[in-house]
């Protein structure tokens, strides 16, 4: 029987007025306080320089979670358990304060001296917060975990990623450490090991000798929006490739993992990314396409947005074809995409399969048409759901073969129930289980695929802008795809 008690624990939030903790963080822990999964033996201690007092912080947290409820008394309860410290991280009295604080509220929240450290702040700030903390003596050593959260990015490349992992690492251990990817949180993402380990039928075609090529699309209808300081200097390549895309592409690659145990998962999946081929300068400029986008009907280019250079190289869009030296896949691609300004905002995966090797009906003397592939459709967002093109016999007088799309779409009353990202981490990271999360030689595997990619677009000049807001991305990357005779099934099927 799984263990459904809830955790006590004690949060420090570091950032806690910043925008994520307010938009997303805060709403994530009522919602699981408000299911019974939080236990009433909790607090959480608000960090940053502001000053502000207990009851201010409060009233902050009330306005927070305002859409998830109308119970006032509840919200006023809620936000009981939350407290407020001014505190500059890189101050170290104020960490020997919060040490205090902690111990005060461990014994009155009978928290069991466990300690959840969440790092929302600015990246430059997550090795400095790990190592005052452990310095300063805030982690528990009352037989309590410590726990440390981090946000993304996790580096810019992998000299940077390893040198914050070494940072955190001499605080933290491994098994300690969770770092936050929030489409892993997602009930699709969440779904596939189930979707290829529970059904035989399934698992059994899973590899190159059924399957032509696997796409996976995150595509963004919105652009820039008031992140360019952050964005200019990330791009689509570091934003959604090397994180949210490859921790996908591992789910759907990994081989399957001895049990759905977080160390038997995470050695399956740094396996097979490991297994990624990595492309010199030649393989980077025949397997991967950038673009930046272009005005829209009534939107600026990229480069007139708010706070982007004119002569910006950033790339808004990245696509790339991934090889993986093993028996599974060698010889089907995954083709990737993610880019912002484009038709609509969607996340998917169609897996599209091999044709029979001969087609009968063809040879037949009504059939007009051939064969479709049978494409399986695994929707992220802003649906959830799942869908299979098959082919069948068309019921019109004469002998003719036609698609059908079995699909099962999630209802809106149902996806509406369906928890949020951060509210699924957040439990896992009460119960200590490091699933979803991105594991240190995964995100490193990650970074040496992404590096010379990176580094070939950082040397040259892209040929920007090469889209349409409103438009799929550049014909690079349809060609990319139509050189393997190949094409992407979404939006065109
Ligand atoms: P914000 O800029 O909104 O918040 C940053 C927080 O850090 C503020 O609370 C600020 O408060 C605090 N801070 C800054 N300097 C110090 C300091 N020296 N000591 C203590 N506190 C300090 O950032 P976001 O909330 O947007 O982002 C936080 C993290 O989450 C980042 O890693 C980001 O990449 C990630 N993220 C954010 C997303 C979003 O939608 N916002 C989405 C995905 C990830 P003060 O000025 O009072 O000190
Ligand atoms: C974030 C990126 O990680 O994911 C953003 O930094 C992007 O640029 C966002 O917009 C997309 O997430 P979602 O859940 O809205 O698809």
Do not use: C
Not at 70 to 99: C, I, M, P, R
Not at 308 to 332: L, M, Q
Not at 405 to 422: G, K, T
Request: hydrophobic share 35%.
């Amino acid at each position: 029987m799984p263990n459904t008690t809830p955790t006590r624990a004690l949060y420090m939030l570091f950032g806690g007025t910043g925008d994520l903790a307010l938009r997303k963080l805060y709403p994530a822990i009522f919602n699981l306080y408000k299911k019974g999964s939080l236990s009433t033996h909790f607090a959480l201690v608000g960090l940053s320089r502001k000053e502000l007092t207990d009851e201010e912080f409060r009233a902050k947290i009330i306005d927070s979670i305002a859409a998830e409820t109308e119970n006032q008394a509840q919200a006023e309860e809620f936000a009981s358990h939350f407290y407020w410290k001014s505190h500059d991280v890189t101050n170290l009295d104020h960490y020997q304060e919060l040490g205090k604080i902690a111990d005060e509220l461990d014994k009155k929240y009978e928290t069991n001296g466990n300690r959840i450290f969440y790092v929302s702040m600015a990246p430059r700030f997550f090795g400095i917060v790990a190592k005052n903390l452990k310095d300063q003596n805030v982690l528990s050593e009352n037989g309590g975990f410590n726990r440390l959260v981090i946000e993304k990015p996790f580096g810019r490349d992998f000299a940077s990623a390893k040198e914050l992992n070494d940072d955190l690492t001499s605080a933290f251990n491994e098994n300690q450490i969770y770092r936050i990817d929030h489409y892993l949180g997602k009930e699709t993402t969440q779904a596939i090991p189930v979707l290829r380990f529970g059904n035989p039928m399934i698992d059994a075609i899973w590899n190159q000798n059924y399957i032509k090529d696997v796409q996976i699309t995150l595509a963004e209808s919105l652009g820039v929006e008031d992140r360019a300081g952050y964005y200019d200097t990330a791009g689509a390549l570091r934003d959604m490739i090397q994180n949210h895309t490859l921790q996908i592409v591992s789910y759907l690659a990994m081989e399957q993992p001895n049990s759905f145990i977080d160390t038997d998962i995470r050695r399956e999946k740094v396996k097979v990314l490991e297994s990624m081929k990595i492309y010199d300068e030649q393989g980077v400029k025949d397997n991967f396409v950038r673009g930046q986008y272009g005005a829209g009907d009534n939107t600026p280019e990229y480069r007139q947005e708010n706070g982007v250079p004119e002569d910006s190289n950033n790339n808004t869009y990245a696509a790339g074809k991934i090889i993986f030296d093993n028996p599974r896949w060698g010889k089907t691609p995954f083709y990737i995409r993610s880019g912002k300004k484009l038709a609509d905002k969607t996340g998917r995966i169609d897996i599209e399969f091999k044709k029979p090797l001969v087609d009968i009906f063809a040879k037949g003397t009504n059939q007009p048409a051939e064969l479709q592939s049978n494409v399986l459709t695994l929707l992220i967002d802003p649906k959830i759901g799942i869908s299979l093109d098959i082919n069948t016999k068309n019921s019109d007088q004469g002998f003719h073969t036609e698609t059908v799309d079995l699909n099962y779409l999630q209802s809106d009353d149902r996806a509406a129930e369906v928890p949020l990202p951060y509210e699924r981490l957040f439990h896992d990271i009460l119960k200590g289980d490091g699933t979803y999360f991105a594991s240190w030689p995964e995100v490193a595997a990650a970074w040496k695929f992404i590096d010379p990619v990176q580094k070939l677009w950082d040397n040259t000049k892209g040929d920007f802008p090469n889209y349409k807001s409103g438009s799929m991305g550049p014909q690079a990357a349809d060609d990319l795809l139509a050189r393997d005779g190949n094409a992407w099934y979404f939006p065109n099927k």
